[in-house]
């Protein structure tokens, strides 16, 4: 029986998935995944963007403030005046956790829209 609950499976799910656990780390979430269809849905969703994206047959809209733009491996295509403003919406199922990232995504995103509306300084 899984003693990890969803929101830990939840938080360690891309380092999961990255191979980024070792082996006493990974057994817990692989016990959870076993017998957790809503983690293994989280995960599903996971597994098919990184995997389109990293096998080149799919692209991510990412804010700008997530990419390192001096990696060689990635491309940013500046859309500014190609599509007007948009609003942005955070979105995820009500039934699952939000984990740690997506907390800190969150707040990150309320910070960088409270700048982009603030009044710019006087000059």
């Known amino acids: 029986m899984s003693t990890h ?3 830990q499976t939840s938080d360690e799910l891309v380092a999961f ?3 980024e656990l070792g082996d006493e780390e990974r057994r ?3 016990d959870h995944l076993a017998t957790c269809l809503t983690c293994r849905r989280e995960l599903e969703g996971l597994t098919t963007v990184q995997g389109l ?3 080149g047959i799919g692209l991510a809209v990412s804010p700008r403030l997530t990419v390192d733009e001096d990696d060689p491996s990635v491309s940013v295509i500046d859309l500014h005046d190609r599509i007007p ?3 942005i919406g955070l979105v995820w199922h009500s039934d699952r956790h939000r984990s ?3 907390e800190a ?3 990150s995103a309320i910070a960088v829209c409270r700048e982009l509306t603030a009044e710019p ?3």
């Open 105 to 107: 995504f969150v707040d």
């Open 17 to 19: 998935l990255d191979g």
């Open 85 to 87: 403003a948009r609003l």
């Open 53 to 55: 994206v990293g096998a």
């Open 100 to 102: 740690a990232a997506a």
């Open 121 to 123: 300084a006087a000059a």
């Open 5 to 7: 609950t969803c929101e």
């Open 28 to 30: 817990p979430v692989a």
